[in-house]
């Protein structure tokens, strides 16, 4: 069956935002009112293949690690409020050989999940170079959120949950910890995003504005979840 499209303009866009896609599709398989572009980015290994697959199929690829080449995506539409949400997730490769592959996709995402591995001290401590670059090559008011993976990995810690959060409230971007293995906050990280977008267009001059930290604070407590 083939899919129906119809655009809808930037003016006919409530508050006139002019870079979201706004599109209803139809078919077999897939059915949308917005669609998003969101980039998975950090360092080689802190998880982002494995944080898609767990959040697109439910499942965790244990095993060898193969490491992404130049950039793959995925689609996965989400339920907001009334609304069907398409996120197409674009997954980076962290190596720093495929950076300049990487950096033509930044201005089309409007959300990006920087992420760095809680046993790798590196990673986290490149996450002030990556935030450089997303200021370089992303547009000005892309939605970041810095995720903090592998959190089931406790015995090999070596970055403490308050240096995430520490670093994110400096930056001003919401924060949570991860387990692609276990699925903790995985949903909850792209389901904040999803609102977010969603709101950003769909958003009322009335209607009192999304604060995406105060949902995921909500939303952890509603799940009994300690973020851990
Ligand atoms: N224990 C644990 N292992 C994880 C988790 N996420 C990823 N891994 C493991 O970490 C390794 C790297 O995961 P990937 O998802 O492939 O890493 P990546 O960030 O996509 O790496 P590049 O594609 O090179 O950028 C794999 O061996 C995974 O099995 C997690 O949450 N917990
Ligand atoms: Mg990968």
Same mark, same amino acid.
């Given at each position: 069956?083939? &899919?129906?499209?119809?655009?809808?303009?930037? !003016?006919?866009?409530?508050?006139?935002?002019? %870079?979201?896609?706004? *599109?209803?599709?139809?078919?077999?398989? *897939?059915?949308?009112? =917005?669609?998003? $572009?969101?980039?998975?980015?950090?360092?080689?290994?802190?998880? !982002?293949?494995?944080?898609?697959?767990?959040?697109?199929?439910?499942?965790?690829?244990?095993?060898?690690?193969? /490491?992404?080449?130049?950039?793959?995506?995925?689609?996965?539409?989400?339920?907001?409020?009334?609304?069907?949400?398409?996120?197409?997730?674009?997954?980076?490769?962290?190596?720093?050989?495929?950076?300049?592959?990487?950096?033509?996709?930044?201005?089309?995402?409007?959300?990006?999940?920087?992420?760095?591995?809680?046993?790798?001290?590196?990673?986290?401590?490149? =996450?002030?170079?990556?935030?450089?670059?997303?200021?370089?090559?992303?547009? $000005?008011?892309?939605? =970041?959120?810095?995720?903090?993976?592998?959190?089931?990995?406790?015995?090999?810690?070596?970055?403490? !949950?308050?240096?995430? #959060?520490?670093? /994110?409230?400096?930056?001003?971007?919401?924060?949570?910890?991860?387990?692609? %293995?276990?699925?903790?906050?995985?949903?909850?990280?792209?389901? /904040?995003? &999803?609102? #977010?977008?969603?709101?950003?267009?769909?958003?009322?001059?009335? #209607?009192? $504005?999304?604060?995406?930290?105060?949902?995921?604070?909500?939303?952890?407590?509603?799940?009994?979840?300690?973020?851990?």
């Amino acid at each position: 069956m083939s &899919a129906r499209k119809t655009s809808l303009t930037d !003016k006919q866009t409530k508050n006139g935002t002019s %870079k979201y896609v706004l *599109e209803r599709c139809a078919s077999i398989n *897939e059915y949308y009112d =917005i669609a998003f $572009k969101v980039m998975l980015l950090g360092d080689s290994s802190v998880g !982002k293949t494995c944080v898609l697959v767990r959040f697109k199929d439910g499942a965790f690829l244990g095993g060898n690690f193969i /490491a992404t080449v130049g950039i793959d995506f995925r689609n996965k539409v989400v339920d907001v409020d009334n609304l069907k949400v398409k996120l197409q997730i674009w997954d980076t490769a962290g190596q720093e050989r495929f950076r300049s592959v990487t950096h033509a996709y930044y201005r089309d995402a409007q959300a990006l999940l920087l992420l760095y591995d809680i046993t790798s001290k590196l990673s986290f401590d490149n =996450i002030r170079a990556w935030l450089t670059e997303i200021h370089e090559y992303a547009q $000005k008011d892309v939605v =970041i959120m810095l995720l903090g993976n592998k959190s089931d990995m406790a015995a090999e810690r070596v970055v403490k !949950k308050e240096e995430g #959060e520490k670093l /994110a409230k400096e930056y001003g971007v919401p924060f949570m910890e991860t387990s692609a %293995k276990t699925g903790v906050n995985v949903e909850l990280a792209f389901l /904040a995003i &999803a609102k #977010e977008l969603k709101h950003r267009v769909t958003q009322q001059p009335n #209607e009192p $504005k999304f604060q995406i930290h105060d949902y995921i604070e909500s939303q952890k407590q509603k799940s009994g979840c300690c973020g851990l």
